[in-house]
């Protein structure tokens, strides 16, 4: 049975991991049920994951799933899906969002570092314990040092220890810390924001992201010079276009561009 509680609200998907009891922990259908709720979501502008109850976001990989993989084979398999999940998030054409309050281990943590935004309450904590259990920290750990530096991220990785989110060193991490009681508005608020783009800018961006993630930054430049063109083909930039100058007072025919 899976643990995903999943609604769209308006043009956001909401999905929860609900299984408060164990923390959240993940287990294989849920981790291969994301891709296909992210591809076969439409007319959305914003995905949140969040974790149900006040004690975890998530505890991360259920420890029951590392258990039952007996050889490489099946743990390629099942590394291999929670590659693809995590890929599937970083790669989403709208903006994703990891509302965590609680806390945020092992794939979790790899699963808020895929994820645009983090909004994060005072009580949470990260950590990535997987050295404890004799595996390596890997996929989008590797992200990790960009948000807390490589020293930071080493050390998390290989104390396997639990990090306050008010500590220091993990201020990069947190693009908002709040008091818990104060996390449904900053997440209102922050949705209100990047909710009104247009669907084309929203896959454009996040296509670019991706592109500056893993080339060059000459190549980068290339690349977003068609992206920046392209969008002039769909109406939807147009109209954005339009609707823009005219808060400022100017006519679509004299904005010389």
Known sequence: MGILDVQQRDNVLHVVFDRPEKLNAMRREDIDAV???IAGASDIRAIVFRGAGERAFSAGVDVREF?????PDSARDFISALRDMLASVRRAPVTTICAIDGYCIGGALELAVACDVRLVTTRSSFGLPEIKLGIPSVIDAGLLQQYVGLGHAKEMILTGDLYPATAPQLAGLCNRLVEPSGLEEVLETFLAKVTCHTTTVLASQKRL????QNTTTDVGIDVSVGEFAGTFAAADTMEALTRYGAELGIERESAGQ
């Open 35 to 37: 891709p296909a709720l």
């Open 67 to 71: 258990l039952s993989l007996t050889t």
């Open 209 to 212: 992201f991706e592109t500056w």
